[in-house]
């Protein structure tokens, strides 16, 4: 069975950091696509960064701020943290194996139950 | 970035009811579209893929249609645990983007 477990977020005031982990079990992570979508009080849900097989994406708003990266975890290094990073953080897992893909991209199947992380003096 | 607009918003239905709701992308993604449902507190949860693939585990009530720019996404009798927000994103191309949500509220 597949499981994601997010933690690591917390209360941070601006210009900090902080490094969110998703722990994953029952597949293989490094041959699936990995990805950080978040969302902020009340609102939709905004895609933060993606990781499949040696490709890496960010979105415009955390570039050079975010680092996404994995080992036995996938992990989202948050530095120079903005009120508007507020969100509950969300990793989620792409249906197909990296390897497996033809053309375009894999949708995701599986999420954890998200951390959530509060920028705020 | 592909933009991708759903409508509408919200919309109030009965138990039993039959409720269709529309996401439009900016420009043409294929088949690239996925649907999530949400319920407040929780995660989303992946119910389509593909446009009209259901996911595993995924009840037959629930039917996606569409492919270019418009695609709709069908309950066919809506049960008390459907009251939820449903999302629409995109795939198709990087970033990947979500529509604002329809928010399925009980009437």
């Known amino acids: 069975e597949v499981q994601l477990v997010e933690s690591g977020g917390g209360l941070v005031q601006p210009g900090g950091s902080l490094r969110l982990s998703c722990a994953a079990s029952?597949?293989?992570?490094?041959?699936?696509?990995m990805s950080w979508v978040r969302q902020a009080p009340g609102k939709g849900l905004e895609w933060v960064s993606s990781?499949?097989?040696s490709d890496i994406y960010y979105a415009d708003s955390v570039k050079g701020r975010f680092t996404i990266s994995r080992d036995n975890s996938l992990y989202l290094q948050m530095n120079s943290l903005r009120a508007e990073d507020t969100a509950i953080y969300y990793c989620?897992?792409?249906?197909?194996?990296?390897?497996?893909?033809?053309?375009?991209?894999?949708?995701?199947?599986?999420w954890g139950q998200g951390t959530p992380v509060t920028v705020s003096s | 970035d592909i933009q991708m607009t759903q409508s509408p918003s919200s919309l109030s239905a009965s138990v039993g009811a039959r409720v269709t709701f529309t996401c439009r992308a900016s420009q043409a993604i294929g088949n690239y579209l996925a649907w999530f449902q949400q319920k407040p507190g929780k995660a989303p949860r992946s119910l389509i893929y593909a446009a009209s693939t259901l996911q595993s585990g995924v009840p037959s009530k629930f039917s996606g249609s569409g492919s270019g720019t418009h695609f709709t996404l069908t309950i066919s009798s809506l049960q008390p645990e459907d009251f939820a927000t449903y999302y629409c994103?995109?795939?198709?191309?990087?970033?990947?983007?979500f529509g604002g949500g329809t928010k399925v509220e009980s009437k």
């Open positions: 989620a897992k792409d249906l197909w194996a990296y390897y497996d893909i033809l053309t375009g991209y894999s949708p995701f199947d599986h």
């Open positions: 994103q995109q795939y198709n191309t990087f970033p990947p983007t």
């Open positions: 029952g597949f293989s992570l490094s041959n699936y696509g």
């Open positions: 990781i499949i097989g």
